[in-house]
């Protein structure tokens, strides 16, 4: 009787080693799984997101807090194009007058103007920003441009002038 019940426990102690075996093999590719996303999500922020191996690793990235963080960064880029907007109307009326050398387009000398002084150090920025909002402008894209722009207030024409039609010789608004 000894020798049976040791040799059932012996028995349910190997199916018991077997089954724990194939739990921890189990365990382990998904532990290995979940190692291997976790090296990928990482050169993914480290990196590129569109190189992301997967469909379900991009599903993974594209979680509320990235939807938040891009439209922190959107909100951001639409305060700068404010920022920017006010600097290219100022830029307007501080400027070099091309007909009187040494004088601001305010009347004021050069050297007496400090507006055109701290806004000449950010002509070359001011005119990158208003190169790329002409630019969406025409491609008819979102535009940061003010609406005292000669762009924005004189659109470009539709249609070639025809002599003596002036009804074919509308401005697109």
Request: glycine share 8%.
């Amino acid at each position: 009787m000894w020798a049976a019940l040791y040799a059932r426990e012996q028995e349910e102690h190997r199916l018991d080693v077997v089954a724990a075996e194939e739990w921890t093999a189990g365990d382990a590719a998904t532990i290995g799984g979940l190692e291997a996303s976790v090296r990928q999500l990482t050169a993914v922020i480290g990196g590129d997101f569109t190189a992301a191996p997967s469909a379900e690793l991009r599903g993974l990235l594209q979680s509320d807090v990235v939807g938040r963080a891009e439209r922190s960064a959107e909100l951001a880029n639409r305060r700068t194009d404010r920022a920017m907007a006010l600097l290219w109307q100022l830029r307007e009326l501080h400027h070099d007058d091309e007909s009187k050398p040494g004088v601001c387009s305010c009347g004021r000398s050069l050297t007496v103007c400090t507006e055109n002084g701290v806004l000449g150090a950010q002509a070359e920025a001011i005119r990158d920003w208003e190169s790329s909002n002409l630019a969406r402008l025409a491609a008819g894209e979102r535009h940061a441009l003010p609406e005292t722009h000669p762009a924005v207030v004189a659109p470009p024409v539709t249609r070639r002038p025809v002599p003596g039609d002036s009804k074919r010789n509308d401005r697109r608004r």
